[in-house]
Nanobody, 122 residues
């Protein structure tokens, strides 16, 4: 089982920056894709960004493209989300997610962190 712990959230003014970290309890880079999701009050959880296992291909939601950058430090089992030019609409609880699929059984293994609050004031 993979345990994930997010950190780095906080209160920031619009236009500011934050860097979120996701610490994994086990080595994940070869097997797990790591994603960042967020959930604002009254809204559904949405995907923000993810980085694949292996080659580390990245994906961004249109709403954050050009402002957020996902990266991973395999030696430290850390995944970062650098968030620049923050907007009030980025306010949400941000969750880290780790997922792998066992190709032999097609069973998916999905783990979530507890979340970290990001608040952007206008």
């Amino acid at each position: 089982e993979v345990q994930l712990v997010e950190s780095g959230g906080g209160l920031v003014q619009a236009g500011g920056s934050l860097r979120l970290s996701c610490a994994a309890s086990v080595f994940t880079s070869d097997d797990y894709a790591i994603g960042w999701f967020r959930q604002a009050p009254g809204k559904e959880r949405e995907g923000v960004s993810c980085i694949s296992s292996g080659h580390g291909n990245t994906y961004y939601a249109d709403s954050v493209k050009g402002r957020f950058t996902i990266s991973r430090d395999n030696a430290k089992n850390l995944v970062y989300l650098q968030m620049n030019s923050l907007k009030p609409e980025d306010t949400a609880v941000y969750y880290c997610n780790a997922k792998r699929t066992d190709l032999a059984t097609m069973r998916a293994y999905v783990y979530w962190g507890q979340g970290t609050q990001v608040t952007v004031s206008s």
